[in-house]
């Protein structure tokens, strides 16, 4: 299996280039090329070795999303020309993250277990247990960070730095709990609870855009319904589907993104265990059976040909 660790096209007409996480972006005067890399982050660090497939099902996951919420938000996609690659507007990206929680689950709960219970300037009850439903979904935003950790900001704090305008922000938090709102629902008609997500938006001519991904195992965070409340009442770990096990291979081998700490090691096992987890969550949550791209293929020769075809249209 050919997996994608990075793109160096040079496409015609292209104006810059961006190397993200997992995302490498090219540039045109009015169109953004994303390419969905193999590449796998967790605690903001890029894991040394790739998973096979995984930008498929990103890439895949977030266009299902996106065409089934154009009814709320207008986004960016334009064209998905390939696998691994989406075409869409470009937007001026707000420099926040709008993180929209249902449940007391991954960061929330670890922050609430250490006893905090402010979390982005939002009041959290007490007696509280880890995976509880909150009284009603909150919004946690976060600072959108091109290196290093995003870091937890509250509403107020993002008004008072200016940000983002008021008028905006108050759009942006609607927008939020609208997608949020049609996530639950999608996710419930696939037996699945959605947890947790994060939303980012852009602005064009004046116009609040939704771009980058949506509810994919890399935003997402995904529990079974038909487990959820005997393994809460238990006091058990919830099935889930996200990199969320991922993050917790990395704590028991002691790491968390932390100075002086070494990311542990990678094996083919293992590697493929995450590229199987990944397959499952996109025919899960779509419905839809996974067709992986044709391995006989060099991917950088299709998904340049791919992307040369959709730019010059």
């Keep these: ?10 496409f015609p007409g292209q104006t810059g280039f961006y190397r993200g996480k997992v995302r490498d972006v090219y540039s045109f005067p009015d169109k953004m090329v994303m390419i969905a890399s193999d590449r796998i982050s967790a605690f903001d660090v890029v894991l040394p070795r790739p998973i096979p497939y995984k930008g498929q099902v990103l890439n895949q996951t977030a266009a299902y999303f996106l065409k089934a919420t154009a009814d709320i938000v207008p986004n960016w996609l334009l064209d998905v020309p390939d696998p691994n690659v989406s075409v869409g507007l470009k937007c001026e990206p707000y420099a926040v993250e709008m993180v929209v929680r249902g449940y007391l689950a991954g960061h929330a709960w670890r922050e609430y277990r ?11 009850p007490e007696g509280l247990r880890e995976n509880d439903r909150l009284p009603e979904p909150i919004i946690t935003p976060s600072t959108k960070a091109h290196e290093g950790h995003d ?11 200016g940000i983002v305008s008021e008028a905006d922000y108050v759009q942006l938090e609607r927008y939020a709990l609208a997608l949020f ?11 699945l609870i959605l947890v947790d ?32 409340e005997a393994n809460l009442a238990a006091n058990l770990p919830q099935k889930q589907l996200s990199k969320e096990f991922v993050r917790e291979w990395l704590i028991a ?16 096992e293992w590697v493929n265990q995450i590229s199987a987890r990944y397959i499952e969550l996109y025919e899960t949550v779509t419905g839809q ?14 998904i340049e ?6 730019i010059s249209i």
């Design 1 to 10: 299996m050919n997996a994608i660790q990075e793109t160096n096209f040079q």
């Design 114 to 124: 250490d006893g905090h219970r402010m979390l982005c300037g939002v009041a959290l």
């Design 151 to 161: 870091e937890d900001i509250s509403r107020e704090e993002i008004l008072q730095q």
């Design 181 to 191: 709102k049609r996530g639950t629902e999608m996710a419930a008609e696939r037996g």
């Design 197 to 228: 997500t994060k939303y980012e938006f852009g602005n064009l001519d004046g116009k609040v855009y939704l771009i980058d991904e949506v509810h994919t195992p890399d935003s997402s965070r995904y529990f079974y319904m038909d487990t959820y």
């Design 253 to 268: 081998n002691g790491f968390q993104g932390k100075s002086g700490q070494t990311v542990p090691a990678m094996t083919d």
């Design 289 to 302: 059976a996974f067709q992986p791209a044709n391995p006989s293929i060099d991917p950088a020769e299709r």
């Design 305 to 310: 040909t791919n992307v040369r075809k959709s």
